[in-house]
T-cell receptor
Framework: SQTIHQWPATLVQPVGSPLSLECTVEGTSNPNLYWYRQAAGRGLQLLFYSVGIGQISSEVPQNLSASRPQDRQFILSSKKLLLSDSGFYLC?????????FGQGTRLTVV | TQLLEQSPQFLSIQEGENLTVYCNSSSVFSSLQWYRQEPGEGPVLLVTVVTGGEVKKLKRLTFQFGDARKDSSLHITAAQPGDTGLYLCAGSYNDYKLSFGAGTTVTVRA
């Protein structure tokens, strides 16, 4: 069966520090992968999606970047975090009729 | 950018009552999904609808896709406290990009 792992679950980082969130998928090959950010109790904002290794589409200009070094690995990064980067980050992979999500990372920038 | 509008934003009802949540867009979607999310967790897929006019039932939940594939509704019959959560609709108009509505927070009081 397919599973998706996302870590860490929570993270507190100072302003100006780097960020690396990792997401891996098991049980499927060549998945479409996504990074979303969610404000408290609200919908999901699509940040990046990838349809294959090295293929990244950015949805909104921001302080973040994404990479896909392997088929089932998707990484969200920042060189210098801003206070506004705080939020709940979700990784997902999709199949033809839906998406599976990781457990999310609660990022607090202080 | 395809925008999905959900209404209402908040809904609080007594156990045993019925409720309906709406999802509307100006775009035609190839498929539309409904997710339920609990605090601190990733959304969980409830259903996918792909055919205009389609109606799907999942126990006490009834999902409908509009004839023009631009809108959908989620109806819960005899709501229970376990139905409490954030309900999100999401639409895909190609195979890659999945966009979410802002969500409806449902609270069912015992």
């Amino acid at each position: 069966s397919q599973t998706i792992h996302q870590w860490p679950a929570t993270l507190v980082q100072p302003v100006g520090s780097p960020l690396s969130l990792e997401c891996t998928v098991e049980g499927t090959s060549n998945p479409n992968l996504y990074w979303y950010r969610q404000a408290a109790g609200r919908g999901l904002q699509l940040l990046f999606y990838s349809v294959g290794i090295g293929q990244i589409s950015s949805e909104v200009p921001q302080n973040l970047s994404a990479s896909r070094p392997q088929d089932r690995q998707f990484i969200l990064s920042s060189k210098k975090l801003l206070l506004s980067d705080s939020g709940f980050y979700l990784c997902a992979w999709s199949f033809s009729v839906g998406a599976f999500f990781g457990q999310g990372t609660r990022l607090t920038v202080v | 950018t395809q925008l999905l509008e959900q209404s209402p934003q908040f809904l609080s009802i007594q156990e045993g009552e019925n409720l309906t949540v709406y999802c509307n867009s100006s775009s035609v979607f190839s498929s539309l999904q409904w997710y339920r999310q609990e605090p601190g967790e990733g959304p969980v897929l409830l259903v996918t609808v792909v055919t205009g006019g389609e109606v799907k039932k999942l126990k006490r939940l009834t999902f409908q896709f509009g004839d023009a594939r631009k809108d959908s509704s989620l109806h819960i019959t005899a709501a229970q406290p376990g139905d409490t959560g954030l309900y999100l609709c999401a639409g895909s108009y190609n195979d890659y990009k999945l966009s979410f509505g802002a969500g409806t927070t449902v609270t069912v009081r015992a």
